[in-house]
């Protein structure tokens, strides 16, 4: 089998003996392989990269899905596995000479343990499914990305998805306890366990956030944590970024760790404030969205020493949501503020960066540069608590050369915050998007470790090949190399 | 004081490499009981980390600090003290213990199921691997999801992974106020514990120690009075079992026997140990709100092994083992495989603390 990869077989050739292979290995219309059908598969939520694969097999079965990962080890093929397709990195976007594993007949809540806490669920269902049917328990599951309402926990898994409430509940590696996985050549095996830990290595660790790159998630047991008996949320308006960002850090210093610390700047302001109707102040420079969460005697002890800390911090409005619905309608705003944007501007990018909080002054001041530099409007949301930047930038694609622009002043944001001591992802992955920004962020000896990690997992590189570790030639290409020492990294390459 | 040996350090192991010279790794020795004794002739060589010490950056609101491998434990928690902050996974204090070790062992204390692990704190680490390269993996961020999570795996591999040099972990407030209540229970019966951790409380440590349950509060004042009045129980005055039970010096663990670590699902059963020839029944302490069972016994590490797996959990050997013997869970199937792989993508000639954890890994 392996000899006829090799040979030259036009594209066409290929789709019709892969689709055909597939076909019987898979229940009849779980392959798809014309033009038309493979269309809505080509992108995933970041939609400036397209590119078709040879086909979509779409199991319905563990067993399926090892019969499919024998057959494309056996053929050499690429995979590519696809959740709900929601990410904003190109995690999931097609390999042209490979298939698209999609997972989304993987639905089903498998088993709800309230008494020890815990849900079995299969890969493709979605984050918020899990917390609809652990609540009448008096349960949920905590991390809460904003795409809650359609990415799926399989997903979430390969991007270690984080949310508004990871400051203190943590990300999904915090929250998963174990996942069932089927490795390149088809074996299935378990990870991690129901206990705390469990022997050797902690792999459960190691597969998180590995962007489908070393096994297919294929079941994932969650951890279900007691809902909160009472939230409270305090919205905070400041005259400039700084002061906000100050505030951040007095509440911390302050030995308070809230549920959620939300910070956005006046564009973000406007735009949702125009989309949700929320009550925002649309005359700030910045609002603080400061959650608290715990027992009634607990919100209450800490509420009032976050309002003091507000105060001191010269915030110009401060505002207690007095109702369930008042605070929902808050954070709702925070959540559709991509969307919001999206309505103020033709297109949007969304960045992803980390960085110190202490640096978000410097970091803001240089983005404003920027962006007169570029002639690209940016409006900021930031997970202010844990210091994850999501700049905004308004474009518009139907302007010639206006998106390679907005990719350009992308990788510069992205560059700024490894440069202040961050990190070009935070929480969205690196995918295809930020894979050249990894060649500032690490030296050659980490990457090299890096491919060692994926060989050991996938030795043929199968899985979801050219994803979030870029090869040295390709930082070589980029030529924005990471200065160690004083010494270039890449010092074997030749320099184009 | 601080000190940087990361640069002889680097030499040493390259040396080692080079001659492909397995070596141990050290910090402060005082988990030399930990892990299996390999039966070799000769004493390996050593490379030591004590001397590669300091905090490096710590900023209290950013809640991450940075530090060398070989500074001592007790540096790290006096110094987060002196600004009001912990290590959220409270890890055992041994005398002469160091961070890199702590890390290296992965061990966590009874906050543990409440407050998460050292892994779930880990958020960078620079490391030289069995290839005697300097790498860098994760940050000084708490968001970062930037090439695979190498740090975390670097968590509970005793060092088979590469030399740790320096770590950067996520740090949390001192709670305002704590507060021990005991009660009068069954024995063994973890079902109290196990029902406390389904309600929203701030609960930070809960221990079954023969017929009393312990259960720790933290956090605000109001918080924590309002959650010991719905709980009722017997306000204890001390400090309670806490620091015995996190640091293995409890009165239980008096008992001559070896000291076995199960880590099991906090709802399972009692686990299945024999009598011993005398007819002594095994003793358990349940920590963790029974997701950590401390075992007195003299079974073999195969019982022991085998009632960790029926219970669906894993038992790990915590007094000094026969010269050869197995003290950690075996690792089979696939995951031996992989396991083995990935050590071999660190440490390709299995140089660092070789038969040291898993000597299945190791061949």
Known sequence: MVADAKTALS?????????????????????????????????????????????????ATIEEVQAVMRWASSRQVPVVARGAGTGLSGGALPHEDGILLGLAKFNKILELNAEHGYARVQPGVTNLAISNVARPHGLYYAPDPSSQIACTIGGNVAENSGGVHCLKYGLTVHNVLSIDVVTVDGELLTIGAMGCDDAGYDLMALLTGSEGMLAVT???TVKLLPVPPVAKLVMAAFNSVSAAGDAVGSVIAEGIIPAGLELMDSPAIVAAEDFAGCGYPTDAAAVLLCELDGTEAEVNAQIGRVSDVFNRCHATALHIAETEDERLLLWKGRKSAFPAVGRISPDYYCIDGTIPRRELSTVLSRMDELSKEFGLRIANVFHAGDGNLHPLILYDASVDGETERTERLGSEILQLCVKVGGTVTGEHGVGVEKINEM??????????????????????????????????????EFGAMHVHNGQCSHPELERF | MTNDASAALLETVQQYVAGANPFVIVGGGSKSFLGCRPAVSEPPAVVSVAEHHGVINYEPTELVMTARSGTPLSTVISTLHEHGQQLPFDPP???????????????????????????????????????????????????????????????????????????????????????????????????????????????????????????????????????????????????????????????FF?????????????????????????????????????????????ASAEVCFAAAAGA??????????????????????????????LRASFDPHRLCNRGRFHPELDS
Request: glycine content about 10%; aromatic content about 6%; overall charge negative.
């Open chain 1, 11 to 59: 594209r066409a050739d290929k789709r019709a003996l892969y689709s055909s292979e597939l076909s019987a290995l898979v229940p009849k219309g779980q392959v798809l392989h014309t033009d038309e059908d493979l269309r809505p598969y080509e992108s995933d939520g970041l939609t400036v990269f397209k590119r078709a694969p040879l086909s979509v097999v779409l199991p």
């Open chain 1, 218 to 220: 294929v079941e994932v």
């Open chain 1, 439 to 476: 060649c500032v962020q690490f030296d050659t000896d980490t990457l090299n470790q890096f491919h060692a990690v994926k060989a050991a997992f996938d030795p043929a590189g199968l899985l979801n090949p050219g994803k979030a570790i870029p090869t040295l030639q390709r930082c070589a």
């Open chain 2, 93 to 251: 204090q041994l005398p002469n213990a160091t961070l890199g070790g702590t890390v290296a062992c992965g061990l966590s204390g009874p906050t543990r199921p409440y407050a998460g692990s050292v892994r779930d704190h880990a958020l960078g680490v620079r490391i030289i691997s069995g290839k005697g390269e300097d790498c860098s993996f994760g940050g000084e961020v708490m968001k970062n999801v930037a090439g695979y999570d190498v740090s975390r795996v670097q968590v509970g591999a005793f060092g088979t992974l590469g030399v740790l040099l320096d770590i950067s972990l996520k740090v949390l407030p001192l709670p305002e106020s704590t507060v021990t209540l005991m009660f009068e229970q069954a024995a063994h019966d973890t079902v109290p514990m196990v029902q406390l951790a389904r309600q929203y409380l701030p609960v930070t440590g809960a221990v079954l120690i023969g017929e009393q349950r312990f259960i720790r509060l933290a956090g605000s004042e109001a918080g924590v009075k309002a959650a010991a009045a719905q709980l009722g129980g017997e306000s204890v005055n001390d400090d309670g079992p806490w620091t015995g039970v996190r640091d293995l010096s409890h009165a």
């Open chain 2, 254 to 298: 008096d008992d001559i026997r070896p000291t076995w670590r199960f880590s099991v699902p906090d709802y399972a059963s009692t686990l299945e140990l024999p009598n011993d020839d005398d007819g002594t029944p095994a003793a358990t302490l349940y920590d963790w709100g029974g997701a950590q069972r401390w075992v007195k016994t003299n």
């Open chain 2, 312 to 341: 669906k959990g894993h038992a790990t050997r915590f007094s000094e083992a026969p010269a050869g013997a197995p003290t950690h869970q075996p690792i089979n199937g696939v995951s031996a495989r992989l396991q083995s792989e």
